[in-house]
């Protein structure tokens, strides 16, 4: 079964506003955390990486925090703007170079101005 | 940047037909690439791990006589749906790994969809 889920399947938010888009995994093994947008039609599209050595990253208005004793990873995007409605994946990666990305159910991000 | 390319980016086929749907690194050489599908409103689900030089390794519940994975040369691979049904309709999405980058990058295709009639 899956091993990587999101806790919420939509988020609705204002222009504006900070959003938070969480998700848990179960394999402890995983040392390697992607998170992606998928806009309707279109293939994933990075946004953010982790690995299990770090507990926080940032890039340009998203960070990303890794807690590995809850196994729970969350993607902030700070001031939300209608370009970021779409679906959230989080995605993780089980150690060895060859192996593939498991992803979760994803998140529906909607954002209104 | 690595770009994977996929083609093509959308078809139609009539059941009981085959179609291939090609994944090209472009200027990187991937020896693994993967392949997924995505059913409308779902998450990517694995379904092969596609190995340069040989045979493709399939997740389990992908039959593999009916997905056939080829992946002749360092920079293609080719996933094949045979005798094609409705069900099979669905957005197909390959990725390939640049092990040359750092952190083994991993490049996503846009994506190939398709539709059964």
């Known amino acids: 079964g899956e091993s990587v889920g999101l806790h919420l399947p939509t988020l609705s938010v204002q222009e504006g506003d900070n959003s938070i888009i969480n998700c848990a995994y179960s394999?402890?093994?995983?040392?390697?955390f992607i998170w992606y947008k998928q806009e309707s039609g279109k293939g994933p599209q990075f946004i953010i990486d982790?690995?299990?050595?770090?507990d926080k990253r940032q890039g340009q208005r998203v960070t990303v925090l890794l807690n590995k004793t809850v196994k729970h990873l969350s993607l902030q995007i700070a001031a939300t703007q209608p370009g970021d409605s779409a679906v959230y994946f989080c995605?993780?990666?089980?150690?060895?170079?060859?192996?593939?990305?498991?992803f979760g159910k994803g998140t529906t991000l909607s954002v209104s101005s | 940047g690595a770009v994977v390319s996929q083609h093509p980016s959308w078809v139609i086929c009539k059941s009981g037909t085959s179609v291939k749907i090609e994944c090209r690194s472009l200027?990187?050489?991937?020896?693994?690439m993967f392949w997924y599908r995505q059913f409308p409103k779902q998450s990517l689900m694995l379904m092969a791990t596609?190995?340069?030089?040989?045979?493709?390794?399939?997740e389990q519940g992908v039959e593999k006589d009916k997905f056939l994975i080829n992946h002749a040369s360092l920079t293609l691979s080719t996933l094949t749906v045979t005798s094609a049904h409705p069900e099979d309709s669905s957005f197909y999405i390959c990725?390939?790994?640049?092990?040359?980058?750092?952190?083994?990058?991993?490049?996503f295709g846009e994506g190939s969809w398709l539709t059964v009639v």
């Open positions: 394999n402890s093994a995983s040392d390697y």
């Open positions: 596609s190995n340069e030089g040989s045979k493709a390794t399939y």
């Open positions: 982790i690995r299990s050595n770090m």
């Open positions: 995605a993780e990666n089980r150690g060895q170079a060859g192996t593939a990305l498991i």
């Open positions: 990725s390939a790994r640049d092990l040359q980058s750092p952190g083994n990058t991993i490049y």
């Open positions: 200027d990187f050489q991937a020896t693994t």
